[in-house]
């Protein structure tokens, strides 16, 4: 497997555990298993607010940048 394969995969096995800890144990048990795996999947904007809403604004510039080019 490559660095990369390591990596995705990592990334991954982290977000299913994160996910299983938040359904089981966390504030956000009253939600479904399929809420806290869309959680898991981007957990590094959910364990660090600061850090989604970076992430929020990165996906904001590029959906405004989007359509600005696809206006030309």
């Known amino acids: ?9 990592g990334y991954l096995a982290i977000g ?11 504030s956000y048990s009253h939600a479904g298993f399929a809420y806290n795996l869309g ?3 981007i957990w590094p904007a959910a364990m660090s607010p600061a850090f989604g809403a970076f992430i929020g604004v990165i996906v904001l510039l590029v959906v405004i940048g989007a359509i600005h080019l696809n206006r030309r």
């Open 39 to 41: 959680r898991g999947l």
């Open 16 to 26: 299913l555990v994160y996910a299983l800890y938040s359904w089981l144990f966390s």
């Open 1 to 9: 497997m490559t660095l990369k394969g390591k990596l995705i995969s």
